[in-house]
DNA sequence: GCTGCCGGGTT
DNA sequence: AACCCGGCAGC
């Protein structure tokens, strides 16, 4: 079954024998703890492992994997050890290919089980991609292929498979067992894969965690959580994880089983996957520096853009202290929304985007920017004191582009008229006003005319009524604010997709067919003649018989 | 609260 | 495409 989780858990509890600190020659024996993975040398490459080992006399030591002898096989010392932990499960610096993996399975399994796996690799590869990968049903079926040239050319270590087999006879047995109790671990994330394929991929190393080591705490899995910036998407590694991983999670089981559980689990992965891409969110990195706003397509590329442009440095990632990060956002684009906003909010007042975006700058500037305070009160000011106009302009515009943003810096348009009569604004106390604004955007949020009132008597006396009109936006979203100032970061974020699929439905608000005064079939037929309505309004649609 | 109807889901 | 329904917004 998971012949993988099996290798791995080999290790994790063997005894190996280790130098001996004092260098006397004679070996100490130890049990396997943990092992982590660490680069000696960055320019040499790949990772090597280092094996934290529970000595005799309980101390915990360190050794690497060159340093340590297995136990179970003395004749072979190194050898064994190294090659099967060797077993890249796909940890994330590119060097576990799927073809090493695939390798390595093949190393602890038998002929018959190596070309059982080919089988269900072919079957499963299509299936797989039945989905979302269609498109690449070629190029991915070429290099199903090429894996098979492969591993078919490689030669499969018999003599190691009669000196593993009685070990993994001992460890197989302990694996059904624990699969047949963890299997609902196993079978529940894929859901949580399926979405990290489309959405985050963070989400989807996650999910492999448990699955893959589920027990005796194995710590130093470094999934691509802990080797690079969390912000930083690599959709490929998860995709490829992700395959080996369901291919070994069904070699296991006798073929029938394997393609009844390949069945179900292609259910589960292939089933939500469509849903999803309705929204076809796009992960996008924007720079906060002021006056920039680039949009980059990867955290590292915004991060070099910050280091270069604004930072200043010009060394490269490895002498940078984080900073970056404080100087971009992560903006999740629903780009059917967005499209559809742009290409909605457009018509309707394009003269008025361009000259918004200094200011809506200000809301959005990293706060770690010293000049950022003092202007943004000004500008603040200016708006809501001296001139109506800006604001009344701007203000619209503003919290669409803010949109594009994270959801709690929607808080910042919405805050606007209120904070500028009270405090001074910026960041923080545009928060708080944030705070008396949305309980009363909230409680009134009912209706547009209530949101009006609430407004008069904080901002200045100067706000025409203009202003008020295009918020049947803004009482639609006035919610979204006002519960997102108790909500995480991350579910703000979760939460810009609504944000996001607001505008085109304000938009649409407007264009939204005035509601007929004459009169309709309810009203003539009335509802116990329901079948004699039309259609449309049987379907609550626009009544076709009695048009206006 | 009633009503018209939009948007989206299901069959 | 037909059908259904939640929910918004005008009245």
């Not at 890249?88 to 070309?115: I, K, M, W, Y």
């Not at 500037?365 to 809501?384: C, F, Q």
Request: charged content about 20%.
């Amino acid at each position: 079954m998971h012949t993988r989780r099996l290798v791995k858990r080999s290790i994790l509890g063997s005894r190996v024998y280790a130098p001996s600190p004092t260098g006397d020659g004679a070996p100490l024996t130890g049990v396997v703890q943990a092992v982590k993975q660490e680069n000696r040398d960055v320019s040499t490459g790949p990772l090597r492992n280092v094996y934290t080992l529970l000595m005799q006399d309980g101390s915990l030591k360190e050794f690497s994997e060159d340093e340590i002898a297995v136990g179970f096989s003395q004749t072979t010392a190194k050898g064994p050890l190294k090659s099967s932990l060797k077993q890249s499960f796909c940890n994330g610096r590119g060097d576990g290919t799927p073809h090493q993996g695939q390798n390595g399975e093949a190393n602890s399994l038998s002929p018959d089980a190596v070309e059982g796996e080919r089988a269900v690799d072919g079957r499963r590869t299509g299936r797989t991609l039945e989905g979302p990968e269609r498109d690449h049903t070629r190029s991915v079926s070429l290099l199903d292929q090429k894996r098979k040239v492969v591993s078919s050319s490689i030669d499969v270590p018999h003599a190691r498979k009669s000196e593993e087999e009685v070990d993994m006879d001992k460890v197989t047995a302990a694996m059904v067992l624990t699969s047949l109790s963890s299997s609902p671990l196993v079978r529940s994330p894929p859901v949580k894969v399926s979405e990290g394929l489309n959405g985050s991929w963070k989400e989807s190393g996650v999910g492999f965690t448990p699955s893959s080591y589920s027990s005796s705490g194995y710590w130093s899995w470094s999934g691509p959580s802990d080797q690079s910036n969390p912000s930083t998407p690599s959709p490929p590694l998860s995709a490829d994880c992700f395959k080996p991983f369901r291919m070994s999670s069904v070699n296991g089981p006798p073929p029938d089983d394997a393609i009844d559980e390949q069945d179900g689990s292609s259910l589960l992965f292939d089933e939500p996957i469509p849903r999803k891409r309705k929204n076809s969110m796009k992960v996008m990195f924007k720079c906060l520096w002021k006056n920039c706003g680039k949009v980059l397509s990867t955290a590292a590329g915004i991060q070099r853009h910050i280091r270069t442009v604004h930072l200043g440095r010009n060394c490269d990632s490895d002498c940078s202290d984080g900073e970056e990060d404080f100087y971009y956002s992560e903006i999740k684009l629903n780009t059917d929304s967005v499209a559809d906003g742009l290409s909605s909010l457009s018509p309707v007042s394009p003269s008025v985007l361009a000259p918004i975006s200094p200011p809506h700058d200000h809301h959005r500037r990293p706060p770690a920017e010293g000049s950022n305070g003092t202007n943004g009160n000004k500008d603040n000011h200016s708006h809501t004191h001296s001139n109506s106009t800006p604001l009344s302009r701007s203000a619209p515009s503003a919290l669409y582009l803010i949109h594009a943003e994270h959801a709690y810096q929607a808080t910042a348009p919405v805050t606007i008229p209120f904070s500028g009569s009270g405090s001074g604004p910026g960041p923080g106390s545009a928060a708080s006003g944030s705070a008396a604004s949305g309980s009363a955007a909230s409680g009134s949020a009912a209706s547009g005319s209530a949101a009006s009132t609430s407004f008069t008597p904080s901002s200045s006396s100067t706000f025409s009524i203009s202003w008020q009109s295009p918020p049947v936006t803004f009482t639609g979203t006035a919610a979204s604010p006002t519960h997102s100032r108790t909500q995480s970061f991350g579910e703000q974020r979760s939460q810009t997709i609504a944000v996001l699929s607001s505008p085109p439905r304000a938009t649409g608000s407007l264009s939204r067919k005035s509601r007929g005064e004459g009169k309709k079939c309810r009203k003539v037929y009335g509802m116990e003649n329901r079948d004699m309505w039309c259609t449309a309004c049987r379907w609550k649609k626009a009544c076709q018989r009695f048009t206006d």
